[in-house]
């Protein structure tokens, strides 16, 4: 993993590429890398529909107003730092509307981005958001096991923050949602849009020389673990454009999946490389993600027809032998007449208004009844290892 120090022509060593998807090739990214400078100038240096998931975690403009103490007077760690200060909410949007841009135009058309803010900015990170042509999908509440409590006594505790998880556009329909993989995860349960997770302390927290906390809005990893198995595959490409101390960047390489992390701070990405370079892998055998029939490629009676595992002229029967069907060689089956597909022959010669025909139909092998269905599944097997 390395961090990519400016040099003069500000870009990574790559080829020239094309505007569209598939003239990117992995060679063209820097994959695994921290590039050091502005997340607009250096999204602008990256190809076009390249990146499979963005997380975006953007300065929140918290518009503080001097310190901050606790009752006994001892002084609140805030977020002050000049990369959170705006001079005024006009100053903000216009940034809020270059980085979304940008990050718009390096998505893949059936990517996501998440964005993660809190009351003081998200509301308009959203409506700059769907302006632009991102498409909600959902916006997920974050609740803290472990808030900072509010001292002052004048406002409800801050217990959450929001992420926003959108596609690139409304026609972006193919987005990955690992729906069966977050069920099993969540004990069977679908996953609800409420994450309740502790925040960043104890050893995850980085900390400077003198003991301080080196980032004040580190995010804990587990929350990235979560948006990770909800919405990558292994070996996608995750970009993250305020990588600040690389939590994306270290669930990322634990998981499989690649990133790429902009931060202008050589600081952070110091330690964020560190931090990254200590992640042992997790094995690849235990990345595979659990899938149900949905996310299933689909494959129609005929591709059984083409593959030769089903002959046209072939008999098919129920299990018990008590209807049959003579396969066509358009995919059609002819049951005495009855001319359909398998499901509405099916049900037609059973008196009934549906059947599934991949598990009523039968085919002889070897002089065993075999239920087509497991046809299927090896045509699958064939066409996925093709692929």
């Known amino acids: 993993m390395t961090v990519l120090r400016k040099a003069a022509t500000g870009r990574p060593n790559r080829r020239a590429i094309g505007t569209s998807e598939g003239d990117v090739t992995r060679a063209d990214l820097p994959l695994d890398k921290i590039l050091i400078g502005d997340c607009v100038a250096e999204l602008s240096r990256l190809p076009t529909g390249s990146v499979d998931v963005i997380f975006a975690d953007p300065p929140y403009n918290l518009q503080l107003e001097g310190a901050l103490h606790r009752p006994d007077q001892s002084?609140?760690?805030?977020?002050?730092?000049?990369?959170?200060?705006?001079?005024?909410?006009?100053?903000?949007?216009?940034f809020t509307r270059a980085w979304l841009l940008?990050?718009?135009?390096?998505?893949?058309?059936?990517?996501?981005?998440?964005?993660?803010?809190?009351?003081?900015?998200?509301?308009?990170?959203?409506?700059?958001?769907?302006?632009?042509?991102?498409?909600?999908?959902?916006?997920?509440?974050?609740?803290?096991?472990?808030?900072?409590?509010?001292?002052?006594?004048?406002?409800?505790?801050?217990?959450?923050?929001?992420?926003?998880?959108?596609?690139?556009?409304?026609?972006?329909?193919?987005?990955?949602?690992?729906y069966d993989a977050l069920k099993a995860f969540n004990e069977d349960v679908q996953?609800?849009?409420?994450?309740?997770?502790?925040?960043?302390?104890?050893?995850?927290?980085?900390?400077?020389?003198?003991?301080?906390?080196l980032h004040p809005t580190q995010k804990p990893e587990s929350l990235l673990y979560r948006v990770l198995i909800a919405s990558t595959q292994p070996g996608d490409v995750v970009l993250d454009p305020f990588f600040g101390t690389g939590t994306t960047g270290a669930v990322?390489?634990?998981?499989?999946?690649?990133?790429?992390?902009?931060e202008r701070d050589p600081v952070y990405a110091e330690a964020?490389?560190?931090r990254i370079a200590a992640i042992e892998p997790a094995p690849i055998e235990s990345l595979e993600l659990l899938r149900g029939k949905k996310a299933e490629v689909r494959i129609p009676f005929g591709s059984l027809i083409e593959a030769g595992l089903v002959q046209?002229?072939?008999?098919?029967?129920?299990?018990?032998?008590?209807?049959?069907?003579?396969?066509?060689?358009?995919?059609?089956?002819?049951?005495?007449?009855?001319?359909?597909s398998i499901h509405r022959v099916g049900a037609l010669v059973q008196g009934q208004e549906a059947c599934n025909g991949w598990v009523f139909w039968h085919v002889r092998r070897a002089g065993k009844l075999i239920v087509i269905d497991d046809l299927r599944k090896?045509?699958?097997?064939g066409l996925t290892d093709a692929s």
């Open 312 to 340: 046209p002229g072939e008999r098919l029967c129920d299990q018990k032998s008590k209807y049959s069907a003579v396969v066509r060689a358009d995919g059609s089956i002819d049951a005495n007449g009855i001319l359909g």
């Open 252 to 262: 990322a390489r634990r998981l499989g999946r690649n990133f790429i992390g902009i």
């Open 75 to 94: 002084l609140v760690d805030a977020v002050d730092d000049a990369w959170d200060q705006f001079d005024s909410f006009e100053a903000y949007d216009a």
């Open 378 to 381: 090896e045509a699958r097997v």
């Open 102 to 178: 940008a990050c718009r135009r390096v998505l893949k058309p059936n990517g996501t981005m998440w964005v993660i803010g809190s009351y003081h900015n998200i509301f308009r990170v959203g409506s700059i958001l769907q302006d632009i042509g991102y498409w909600v999908l959902n916006d997920v509440m974050w609740r803290k096991t472990n808030p900072m409590p509010n001292f002052k006594g004048r406002r409800f505790q801050n217990a959450h923050e929001t992420l926003i998880w959108a596609a690139r556009s409304q026609e972006g329909k193919k987005y990955t949602f690992n």
């Open 191 to 213: 996953m609800r849009s409420d994450w309740i997770i502790p925040i960043c302390t104890g050893g995850e927290r980085l900390k400077d020389e003198a003991g301080d906390k």
């Open 272 to 274: 964020a490389e560190k």
